[in-house]
């Protein structure tokens, strides 16, 4: 079966780093999302990744591994705002989005 | 670029009565449309994926009838939710591709139905 794996939550402090992993078995590989969703509005698109390496956008930097079916997400100076649902989904050979069920990140002042 | 809206943002009905949710990608055409349901707390769930055209294809446990969907051109999708009871009550979210060679997903903000 497909299957994508990260943790529950995680807390964190304001002005901190912190990394979201995600783990993935899936059929076939064409992609990487993450995307934010805070509580009660829709995700937004972070990042894309297909290639193996780190992708960096401001604060946010993604990180993919294709050999290890691994990626992060690295969020650098956490703000307050930062709080919300990380979601780490992957693109399969049938090209379906296959979601995993999500990181609630909690930043503590 | 790549916007996405859905009407209406939030709905109550009583139970027993349909439902339509439109989705509509305001500045792009979308060659695929998904619908997404949500429970407070839990992940997306997909419900079904539908291309312009033709007939959605519904994941395992999606009732297609109780669940209709039509895409009848690149901007506009529909779900009516028919008969609706109070299980239903959720937060619906639709997401259009077709900008991104990727196909990367531009999500609409949501639509909140409770269903009394």
């Known amino acids: 079966g497909q299957n994508i794996d990260q943790p529950t939550e995680m807390t964190a402090t304001e002005g901190a780093i912190v990394q979201i992993n995600c783990t993935y078995q899936?059929?076939?590989?064409?992609?990487l999302f993450w995307y934010q969703q805070h509580a009660g509005e829709a995700p937004t698109f972070l990042s894309y990744?297909?290639l193996d390496g780190l992708e960096e956008k401001g604060r946010f930097s993604s990180f993919l591994s294709r050999s290890k079916g691994y990626s992060y997400l690295l969020l650098k100076e956490l703000q307050m705002k930062d709080s919300a649902s990380y979601l780490c989904a992957v693109i399969d050979s049938n090209y379906q989005l296959i979601w995993g069920a999500g990181t609630k990140l909690i930043i503590k002042p | 670029g790549a916007v996405v809206s859905q009407h209406p943002s939030w709905v109550i009905c009583k139970s027993g009565t349909s439902v339509k949710i439109e989705c509509r990608s305001l500045?792009?055409?979308?060659?695929?449309m998904f619908w997404y349901r949500q429970f407070p707390k839990q992940s997306l769930m997909l419900m079904a994926t539908?291309?312009?055209?033709?007939?959605?294809?519904?994941e395992q446990g999606v009732e297609k009838d109780k669940f209709l969907i039509n895409h009848a051109s690149l901007t506009l999708s529909t779900l009516t939710v028919t008969s609706a009871h109070p299980e239903d009550s959720s937060f619906y979210i639709c997401s259009a591709s077709g900008l991104s060679s990727y196909n990367e997903q531009f999500f609409g903000p949501g639509t909140r139905l409770t269903v009394l």
């Open positions: 990744n297909v």
């Open positions: 500045d792009f055409q979308a060659t695929t």
């Open positions: 899936t059929s076939g590989f064409n992609g």
């Open positions: 539908s291309n312009e055209g033709s007939k959605a294809t519904y």
